[in-house]
């Protein structure tokens, strides 16, 4: 493997996506570091989800390559299921399977397993996102919108992935289990080297857990970098989105 390509988790180049007559992504082009949380904006509708879901395979391209971990994704075929975990945005649980039950989802469908290990492995990834064992023999009904993402991300984690795809993975949480979240991708990404790939709107997120910002627009990245860089963009969507009226006022209550 090249130097380059041990540097990047993902390489995206000159990608194109559409349906129909509409063009998504146009010739985008973005590298995602080995062991970065990466934050990805970008307008409702401008694309962040369908990116997400061309990387892992969901949606077919028009052109460009894409690269994950050193290995092309083909145009239609699916990549490694063992090279991500993908938390979406309502969490996504089977909700007539107990928290254990999916948490196991992605290790009867990849291994062979005894029941004995694959028991052990689920109370230890819940055990990891700051569940109890308790909690295994719940149903998706009986969570918190907290405790839902936190066995979402723990069935993500189940086959051990070097990556990790979060779209929007605040939404819908109050402020203080936002807070939370954000500190256990922090924790999780240190301790288990993570690549983190995280859709996010949440400005906090953004200033509190994101390595580097990427900010989508027009169907191309137009920056991408730290925080503090991406405030001081010229782009006028860039411009905007950070410094539009609503935002202003939140950053002003962060300081
Ligand atoms: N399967 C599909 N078929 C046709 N059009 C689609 C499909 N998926 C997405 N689109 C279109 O692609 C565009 C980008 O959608 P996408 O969901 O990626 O936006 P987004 O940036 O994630 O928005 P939001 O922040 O609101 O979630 C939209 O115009 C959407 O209607």
């Not at 540097?7 to 985008?28: K, P, S, Y």
């Not at 969570?143 to 189940?158: I, N, P, Q, W, Y």
């Not at 999780?188 to 400005?203: A, E, I, K, S």
Request: hydrophobic share 45%; net charge neutral; with cysteine.
């Amino acid at each position: 493997m090249s130097e380059q390509q041990e540097e990047f988790a993902i390489r995206v180049r000159d990608l194109v996506v559409g349906f129909g007559r509409q063009t998504v992504l146009d010739h985008l082009s973005l590298d995602v570091r080995r062991g970065e949380i990466l934050g990805l904006v970008g307008a409702s509708g401008g694309g962040k989800s369908v990116l997400m879901r061309t990387i892992i395979g969901l949606i077919p391209r028009r052109s460009g390559t894409i690269e994950v971990m050193g290995q092309p994704i083909g145009g239609r075929t699916q990549g490694a299921a063992t090279a991500w975990g993908i938390l979406f945005q309502q969490g996504a649980l089977f909700s007539s399977l107990t928290v254990r039950q999916n948490v196991q989802f992605p290790l009867r469908e990849n291994l062979v397993l005894s029941q004995e290990l694959m028991d052990e492995i689920a109370i230890a990834k819940l055990e990891m996102v700051g569940l109890r064992a308790q909690d295994a023999d719940k149903y998706p009904a009986e969570l918190s919108g907290g405790m839902t993402k936190r066995v979402a991300l723990a069935r993500a984690l189940a086959l051990d992935p070097p990556i990790l795809f979060l779209d929007e993975p605040t939404s819908g949480l109050d402020p203080i289990a936002a807070g939370d979240f954000d500190a256990l991708i922090r924790t999780l990404q240190r301790t288990l080297g993570l690549t983190v790939f995280m859709v996010t709107h949440d400005l906090a997120s953004l200033t509190t857990v994101c390595d580097r910002v990427a900010a989508l627009a027009d169907g191309k990245i137009v920056a991408i970098g730290p925080m503090r860089e991406l405030l001081q963009s010229e782009h006028p969507w860039v411009r905007a989105y950070f410094h539009g009226k609503r935002s202003q006022m939140l950053q002003h209550e962060m300081r």
